[in-house]
T-cell receptor, first 115, second 113 residues
Framework: DGGITQSPKYLFRKEGQNVTLSCEQNLNHDAMYWYRQDPGQGLRLIYYSQIVNDFQKGDIAEGYSVSREKKESFPLTVTSAQKNPTAFYLCASSKGLAVDTDTQYFGPGTRLTVL | GQQLNQSPQSMFIQEGEDVSMNCTSSSIFNTWLWYKQDPGEGPVLLIA?????ELTSNGRLTAQFGITRKDSFLNISASIPSDVGIYFC?????????????FGKGTHLIIQP
């Protein structure tokens, strides 16, 4: 079954701790993305990656870090520098970034709550 | 990034009614996408539109890519309870990189019994 998986579904952390969210895809997509979703604000782009070992900041990258060591995996670390980390985090992937390959497919999301 | 205006923000309808929502932009887009998100889940792609004027159906859903390339609408006919959720539009302009995909803030569809 092809798709995007995110784990865990729910994550609780104490303030000041770093936490890493997992995202894996077996769609053979080149591009992967991380979004943050807050109520009433739609989706905001955190980081994206077009190829292995390369990634770019999105609109709200501060306090986050990513790596892309493998095509299938794009983990997101929420660091203690992120001032308001409690949110729903969505990972997505697409074949590429051209107009005919840019359609993004989403994972099920991880809800992070910082206590 | 670009801005998308999606309306209405929420809709309260009776089961069986038709639904219409739309997105407009001040910029031209090359692709329009419509997603549905259930509570606590990731958005699921409903319809993708790649050409101005294109009208595409997916079951009871119909979406159109506006001729001006600055708008798109989504219609749902004969709504049923499982249509409840948040519907997002997204527009993509070529040359924009990942920042080229912009999402609307969503239309929350609520169906009253």
């Amino acid at each position: 079954d092809g798709g995007i998986t995110q784990s865990p579904k729910y994550l609780f952390r104490k303030e000041g701790q770093n936490v890493t969210l997992s995202c894996e895809q077996n769609l053979n997509h080149d591009a992967m993305y991380w979004y943050r979703q807050d109520p009433g604000q739609g989706l905001r782009l955190i980081y994206y990656s077009q190829i292995v070992n390369d990634f770019q900041k999105g609109d709200i990258a501060e306090g986050y870090s990513v790596s892309r060591e493998k095509k299938e995996s794009f983990p997101l670390t929420v660091t203690s520098a992120q001032k308001n980390p409690t949110a729903f985090y969505l990972c997505a992937s697409s074949k590429g970034l051209a107009v005919d390959t840019d359609t993004q497919y989403f994972g099920p999301g991880t809800r992070l709550t910082v206590l | 990034g670009q801005q998308l205006n999606q309306s209405p923000q929420s809709m309260f309808i009776q089961e069986g009614e038709d639904v219409s929502m739309n997105c407009t932009s001040s910029s031209i887009f090359n692709t329009w996408l419509w997603y549905k998100q259930d509570p606590g889940e990731g958005p699921v792609l409903l319809i993708a539109l790649y050409k101005a004027g294109e009208l595409t159906s997916n079951g009871r859903l119909t979406a159109q890519f506006g001729i001006t390339r600055k708008d798109s609408f989504l219609n749902i006919s004969a709504s049923i309870p499982s249509d409840v959720g948040i519907y997002f539009c997204a527009g993509f302009y070529s040359g924009g990189g990942a920042d080229g995909l912009t999402f609307g803030k969503g239309t929350h569809l609520i169906i009253q019994p």
